[in-house]
T-cell receptor
Framework: GAVVSQHPSWVICKSGTSVKIECRSL??????MFWYRQFPKQSLMLMAT?????????EQGVEKDKFLINHASLTLSTLTVTSAHPEDSSFYIC??????????????FGQGTRLTVV | GNSVTQMEGPVTLSEEAFLTINCTYT??????LFWYVQYPGEGLQLLLKATKADDKGSNKGFEATYRKETTSFHLEKGSVQVSDSAVYFCALPPRTRAGGTSYGKLTFGQGTILTVHP
């Protein structure tokens, strides 16, 4: 199956700093990428949808100025957590889909990034 | 909108026991249905899927049958192993405005933690 690589796998940062998480589709071009947040022992919460070359679409309640998403190419999307605070500590997961003949295929997930803000 | 309800966990079993994790859904029409698995510290992997009513998805000894009469997609395995310990998510995609299906923007159930003891 298709491979999505997320980097870094874990990161610890100080309050007030910014952290960038990368999501790459390694062997296919991803038309659309999704960013999820997962709290301990809870399900995934969709944060935003990013399409290559256009602005991301954020879910209700997600601060777009805090969680900056850039999808500059068909193989790379980045999520930047700006001015991080301890409450931003979470597990962030990206997924990517590819489109064949106008239909989105299944989603392929990265391995996730554990962010800890101290 | 779409919703997915999963059997609450956690579920603890002994090796070789029979596993059932219930999943019911609410959706317009007959969407595809998915089971994803998340091993400790990792992202999600597609375990199996079914694209139409009465389809049976299967993989790694796991099975799930798409039952439109009961709007269910229960996950089963006849004999679990310690290596099956993970979190299992039932999921379905939304319908786009044009009536097509976008597989990337999934609606997840709350997840069921499975622990298998030797």
């Amino acid at each position: 199956g298709a491979v999505v690589s997320q980097h870094p796998s874990w990161v610890i940062c100080k309050s007030g700093t910014s952290v960038k998480i990368e999501c790459r589709s390694l062997d296919f071009q991803a038309t659309t990428m999704f960013w999820y947040r997962q709290f301990p022992k809870q399900s995934l919460m969709l944060m935003a949808t990013s399409n290559e070359g256009s602005k991301a679409t954020y879910e209700q309640g997600v601060e777009k100025d805090k969680f900056l998403i850039n999808h500059a190419s068909l193989t790379l999307s980045t999520l930047t957590v700006t001015s991080a605070h301890p409450e931003d500590s979470s597990f962030y997961i990206c997924s990517a889909t590819l489109r064949r003949t106008g239909i989105d295929t299944e989603a392929f997930f990265g391995q996730g990034t554990r962010l800890t803000v101290v | 909108g779409n919703s997915v309800t999963q059997m609450e966990g956690p579920v603890t079993l002994s090796e070789e026991a029979f596993l059932t994790i219930n999943c019911t859904y609410t959706a317009t029409g007959y969407p595809s249905l998915f089971w994803y698995v998340q091993y400790p510290g990792e992202g999600l992997q597609l375990l199996l899927k079914a694209t139409k009513a009465d389809d049976k998805g299967s993989n790694k000894g796991f099975e799930a049958t798409y039952r439109k009469e009961t709007t269910s997609f229960h996950l089963e395995k006849g004999s679990v192993q310690v290596s099956d310990s993970a979190v299992y998510f039932c999921a379905l995609p939304p319908r786009t405005r044009a009536g097509g299906t976008s597989y990337g923007k999934l609606t997840f159930g709350q997840g069921t933690i499975l622990t298998v003891h030797p």
